[in-house]
């Protein structure tokens, strides 16, 4: 499995795809395995 760890609050083309992906919802972590999104930890 291939992990890439992206920090938003450095990186503003990170912040920007984040964003994309989440709708505009600045929630992490930002979880992204075959195409499904998963925003958040599991059960926060």
């Not at 499995?1 to 450095?10: C, G, L, P, Q």
Request: no cysteine; charged share 30%.
């Amino acid at each position: 499995m291939k992990v890439n760890y992206r920090d938003v609050r450095e990186d503003p083309q990170a912040l920007e795809e984040m964003l994309k992906l989440t709708r505009g919802l600045r929630k992490v972590p930002v979880l992204v395995e075959a195409g499904q999104v998963t925003l958040g930890f599991g059960g926060s």
